[in-house]
């Protein structure tokens, strides 16, 4: 039998993830998360269950689970995975994604459909991968769920988000996605993304699926910005 290193330290693998226990247990998870889009809750502040920004103004979906906080180590493993095409450290990360969302839908309904957050043509050309449709796969097969890999498609490349407000992010975005075949409906969605940062693509998509019909739209992602 080989024996895997963990991509971490160099230490024996030990756990199912491809990450030895220790590397596994440090890395940063959730600890005051906003039940509606897991955006961490201030620790010394007044209990609440939900973050301003989903009070005021709520988001398109229902929930957004996120395995861990956007910290390190975690923003580097993603940019590994990312930039470097580390598949392994991607694949780490997502099946301890999928622990948590095994728990998680336990007791829902409906089957849902896992839906990836699509990349525009260029962009997946440039990078050779849809790191979030790897994120996907790798759910499929772990919580056993149905995958629509092609139903939602960005059909029209948006400028980059990063320096915009979140009101300009949407309008950024308005437009941006289409589902390809809308009489495939799904009543209940998770919209795979690697990273949310301000929520506002995985609730443009989100947006889409109820016009469509979807009766519930979660989100999972390896990491949340908060
Ligand atoms: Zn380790
Ligand atoms: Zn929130």
Redesign the pocket.
């Known amino acids: 039998m080989t024996l895997l290193e963990?991509?971490?330290?160099?230490?024996t693998?030990t756990s199912h993830s491809g990450?030895?226990?220790?590397?596994?247990t440090g890395l940063p998870r959730p600890v005051h998360p906003c039940e509606r889009c897991s955006c961490e809750l201030p620790v010394d502040g007044p209990w609440q269950r939900h973050c301003e920004s989903c009070l005021l103004s709520p988001p398109g979906f229902d929930h957004c689970l996120a395995a861990f906080r956007y910290e390190f180590p975690v923003r580097e493993l993603i940019a590994g995975f990312k930039f470097q095409a580390d598949f392994a450290l991607g694949r780490s990360l997502a099946v301890l994604l999928a622990e948590r969302l095994r728990t998680s839908c336990d007791n829902a309904g409906e089957r849902p459909v896992l839906v990836p957050v699509p990349l525009h043509e260029g962009r997946l050309r440039g990078r050779g991968f849809n790191q979030s449709l790897l994120v996907a796969r790798v759910l499929a097969a772990q919580c056993a769920m149905p995958l629509a890999t092609r139903h939602c498609e960005r059909v029209r490349a948006t400028p980059t988000q990063r320096g915009l407000g979140a009101g300009e992010r949407q309008g950024n975005l308005r437009g941006a996605f289409a589902i390809t075949q809308p009489a495939r409906v799904f009543p209940h969605v998770i919209i795979v993304d690697d990273v949310v940062t301000t929520a506002s693509t995985v609730s443009e998509i989100a947006g889409l699926y109820r016009r469509a019909g979807s009766r519930r739209v979660d989100v999972a992602c390896l990491a949340r910005v908060s």
């Open positions: 963990c991509p971490l330290c160099g230490g693998a990450l030895c226990k220790p590397c596994e």
